[in-house]
């Protein structure tokens, strides 16, 4: 059964910065495009990152286009989210997920497998 966890969120101030990791286990993790989703209260899930497999591609939306980057790691089965310059708005439970396909996809129903999530709060 593949079971992925997250870690690495917290309280910051605005401005800040933390990197999120997501640990997969029981699955082929090298085989696997990663995303990361994000859910504020009241609004529906969205995505925030992904990457492909080899790590050579990757896709952002627009409003954390130059303040976060998604990063993998084959060897520890990890993927990461560094996240810089944050802002009250990025204050969200953030998930990630795995994708058995081969290209980096937005949708979040075209995702396999997905972890608890880990609570990101941005203070102003």
């Known amino acids: 059964q593949v079971q992925l966890v997250e870690s690495g969120g917290g309280l910051v101030q605005a401005g800040g910065s933390l990197r999120l990791s997501c640990v997969v286990s029981?699955?082929?993790?090298?085989?696997?495009?990663m995303g990361w989703f994000r859910q504020a209260p009241g609004k529906k899930r969205e995505f925030v990152a992904g990457?492909?497999?080899?790590?050579?591609?990757?896709y952002y939306r627009d409003s954390v286009k130059g303040r976060f980057t998604i990063s993998r790691d084959n060897a520890k089965n990890t993927v990461y989210l560094q996240m810089n310059s944050l802002k009250p708005e990025d204050t969200a439970v953030y998930s990630c997920?795995?994708?058995?396909?081969?290209?980096?996809?937005?949708?979040?129903?075209?995702?396999?497998?997905w972890g608890q999530g880990t609570q990101v709060t941005v203070s102003s």
């Open positions: 029981g699955g082929t993790f090298s085989s696997y495009v």
């Open positions: 997920a795995a994708d058995r396909r081969s290209s980096i996809v937005v949708s979040t129903t075209s995702y396999d497998y």
């Open positions: 990457i492909n497999w080899r790590g050579s591609s990757t």
